[in-house]
């Protein structure tokens, strides 16, 4: 049962991590246009070189 | 190389030391303009790139961006870009775009409160599936030290969890109990509470169960609940301030003979207003320069336009329609007409706040209901064992298991569902309780001009003319941009009618226009200036020189799906009435056009709110039609209320529901949309009193572990989102 040392706090760190993520997404506005973020994929004005 | 640029003033160390020097810098340049616009074409990648591109290709433009799920584009510009000139640009490669009041809608900019609710969610779900993994390895087994470290780790995470998710529970609760009053909110938080008491007593002792998982799977579910709940109110809520933001407040102010775009909002008793043929008065006034003709429809529901000229009184709200008049204000802002209209609101407002919705009738019975059960079975079992710590542990799962989760979810679960599928017929649902009061209507009051009428004329007896006076018409008729001569020229070409040679065409506003034919004089215009006996409906006369004049006769043309929507209404037993401030005739004719054996012409706005009034008093459900001023009393009088998007602003306010497309054909279905929803919420409450009539004797008899609490608690949540899910 030692293994239990390891992997509750490594499940606890990765999830933890995916709620901090979540909370960064949240906080930088990347829910308010949903439609449009699905559609600017498909846009292939910067393909070839970054947005400056 | 960047000391010629604008730096950021968190960039620059020295502006953080010297807050006075960043605040100086940042009066000497100049402010940007943000400049935001509905555009309601753009629907794909293509259209977003090509929007955005026109849009920096305009000089000043400094950043543009389309948001494509509320159809927007927000442009930051230099200060000297005005919108009209992108709204052009926009115009130009096909897009239509119309401005947005930055002020109305920054306060939908960012949704704050649907944003910490959403955070506060995620830490409850993040929480409640590591707890819960703790459990299920405590379920299929773990004992002793094992044990006791797994319920010891539970506590840690579902503490700080608690008190950071619960909050607005919490807060509630409190609010609530300070009034002496219960809601939903209290057995929650007691249950919260208790649950986390009793489990932190029994992991101390290193008792058998605990229930962090309950609380904290509780918790998740009814902030789900409550973040359906707010964003559905959040939707309606942008859409409607969006059609506000729509009707920019701007005026052409004259200083000295020139003029000058002002907010309407900076106008004083006094001043000289010009307003152009097609804009509305932004004040209360006088005329003192100019003719022309003023609809009036949306204040009093008269569909003729009104003669204007110098010294006429005029009133905040109406329509100039053919020649720019100079007004003077007599009555700016909060002391128009309009806004004392909305007073009226106000007054009626107050009556309809006594309905108590389902969801607080709910609670009123379950509330009370769990506490003294709860109650009585720690006493029951003190007595019996004698033992406080069984005894509470007991009453904790009573209250856990009772599930307020289904009954939280069993409200916002069907009104997102129910609000969704309207919203995509073009209804918006403003009002929280509007739906379960639509369900109960039984009465229809209709509005006739700009409700059942489309508020634009149709030509009625094109028949009745021989084809010279026809082209000589139409000719005329080219000349002007009054909606009588707009709608004849249309309807004329539309028959395939070749407009006559008519030379020196002149518009005399407020009386028609005027030309040569063949060296006679020809006229087009109101019955007076053509020397002909006005007629009761509205007409258009035509008179050639030395020939009897001759009428065009217009109706008003329904609206798209009138027709449908009254038909459909009356199919389904519900009493209609009309009610119009319009003249006798036009509203009868109109009546008996549509079926409609009630009627009521030349109401006054009193008149109407009190009819209403004396309807809900013989305890009928009225549902108010109506887009005027003259009908926001009513609307706000009646027991929901409904108005189209093109209604004036004070109405839209005042009703509950308001109707995005042109199209009144979805009112009858909204109807059934909200019974059905009301019979899903029933439906709803009845499993969620099923699952506590089979697992109440369960946790009273002591026999509910952890694992029973969390079946029962998911199962029921679950059922009554799929039960609401059926309704889409």
Redesign the interface.
């Known amino acids: 049962?030692d293994v239990?040392a390891y992997l509750?706090p490594i499940?606890?760190i990765l999830?933890?991590a995916?709620?901090l993520f979540?909370?960064f997404t949240?906080r930088t506005?990347q829910y308010?246009?949903?439609?449009?973020n699905a559609?600017?994929?498909?846009?292939g004005?910067w393909d070839d070189h970054p947005k400056p | 190389m960047t000391a010629a640029m604008r730096p950021p003033p968190s960039a620059c160390p020295a502006c953080i030391a010297a807050p006075a020097a960043a605040a100086l810098a940042e009066r000497d340049e100049p402010q940007e303009a943000r400049i935001a616009l509905s555009v309601p074409a753009v629907h794909?990648?293509v259209c977003?790139?090509s929007v955005e591109s026109a849009l920096m290709d305009h000089p000043g433009v400094r950043s543009a961006r389309?948001?494509?799920?509320?159809k927007r584009a927000s442009v930051e510009a230099d200060p000297d870009v005005m919108p009209q000139d992108l709204i052009g640009v926009l115009d130009r490669i096909g897009y239509e775009a119309h401005e947005l009041d930055a002020g109305t809608l920054s306060a939908t900019q960012?949704d704050k409160a649907g944003?910490d609710l959403?955070?506060r969610l995620?830490?409850a779900g993040?929480a409640s599936?590591?707890v819960m993994?703790?459990s299920v390895s405590v379920w299929s087994g773990a004992a002793d030290a094992?044990r006791d470290?797994f319920h010891w780790?539970s506590a840690a995470?579902a503490l700080p969890t608690i008190v950071f998710s619960g909050q607005p529970f919490f807060r509630n609760a409190w609010s609530a109990l300070k009034n002496k009053r219960l809601n939903m909110d209290v057995p929650i938080v007691l249950a919260i509470t208790l649950a986390v008491v009793t489990s932190l007593w029994e992991i101390s002792l290193s008792g058998e169960h605990a229930y962090f998982d309950a609380a904290l799977t509780l918790t998740f579910f009814l902030l789900a609940g409550r973040y359906l709940d707010h964003r559905t109110r959040a939707i309606a809520r942008s859409a409607a301030e969006e059609l506000a933001a729509l009707e920019v407040p701007r005026a052409f102010l004259l200083l000295n003979g020139e003029e000058k775009q002002v907010p309407v909002a900076e106008l004083k008793l006094g001043d000289l207003v010009l307003v152009r043929p097609g804009g509305r008065m932004p004040v209360d006034g006088e005329i003192v320069e100019g003719t022309s003709e003023i609809d009036r429809s949306l204040l009093t529901g008269e569909t003729l336009p009104v003669f204007a000229e110098a010294g006429r009184i005029v009133s905040a709200g109406e329509v100039n329609l053919t020649g720019p008049l100079v007004v003077r204000a007599t009555a700016v802002g909060k002391d128009t007409s309009l806004h004392r209209m909305a007073d009226l609101v106000a007054i009626a407002e107050s009556g309809r706040s006594r309905y108590t919705s389902l969801a607080d009738k709910a609670a009123k019975l379950y509330a009370p209901g769990v506490h003294i059960l709860s109650a009585l079975s720690f006493f029951g079992w003190l007595l019996y064992s004698g033992d406080v710590r069984i005894s509470l542990n007991i009453a904790a799962a009573v209250l856990i298991i009772t599930c307020p989760c289904a009954l939280g979810l069993a409200v916002p679960a069907v009104t997102t569902a129910a609000s969704g599928r309207l919203f995509r017929k073009g209804m918006l649902i403003k009002h929280a309780t509007a739906l379960e009061r639509l369900a109960q209507v039984d009465t229809v009051v209709f509005d006739k001009t700009g409700t059942l009428t489309a508020g634009t004329p149709e030509l009625t007896n094109m028949g009745d003319h021989v084809v010279r006076d026809l082209e000589i018409a139409l000719a005329l008729s080219q000349g002007s941009a009054h909606p009588l001569s707009v709608s004849l020229s249309s309807a004329l070409t539309a028959a395939g009618v070749k407009p006559a040679r008519v030379e020196d065409l002149t518009e005399v506003p407020g009386y028609g226009t005027e030309g040569r034919w063949q060296g006679c004089r020809v006229r087009l215009g109101r019955a007076a200036w053509v020397g002909a006996e006005p007629r009761a409906e509205t007409s258009a006369w035509l008179a050639v020189e030395g020939d009897t004049p001759k009428a065009f006769a217009f109706t008003d043309r329904l609206r798209a799906g009138a027709d449908e929507a009254v038909k459909a209404l009356l199919d389904s037993g519900k009493e209609i009435i009309l009610m119009s401030g319009d003249a006798p005739g036009a509203v009868e004719t109109l009546a008996r056009r549509l079926g409609i054996q009630d009627w009521v012409a030349e109401a006054l706005p009193e008149d109407k709110a009190a009819r209403i009034a004396a309807l809900g008093a013989q305890g009928k459900h009225v549902l108010m039609v109506g887009d005027g001023l003259n009908d926001t009393a009513a609307l706000s009088a009646a027991h929901v209320s409904i108005s189209p998007a093109s209604a004036l602003d004070a109405a839209r306010v005042a009703s509950d529901i308001v109707l995005l497309g042109g199209d009144l054909s979805p009112i009858a279905d909204a109807v059934q949309t909200a019974r059905s929803a009301t019979k899903r919420i029933r439906e709803n409450f009845r499993i969620a009193t099923i699952y506590n009539v089979i697992a109440v004797p369960i946790a009273v008899l002591g026999l509910a572990t952890p694992l029973v609490a969390a079946l029962a608690m998911s199962a029921s949540s679950i059922t009554v989102s799929l039960n609401a899910l059926r309704l889409r």
Do not use: K, W, Y
């Open positions: 049962m239990l509750i499940s606890l999830g933890g995916g709620l979540f909370l949240l506005n308010d246009d949903p439609e449009g559609q600017r994929i498909l846009n004005d | 794909c990648a977003i790139s389309v948001n494509l799920t509320l960012t944003r959403l955070m995620a830490v993040f599936m590591n993994l703790l094992t470290m780790i995470i």
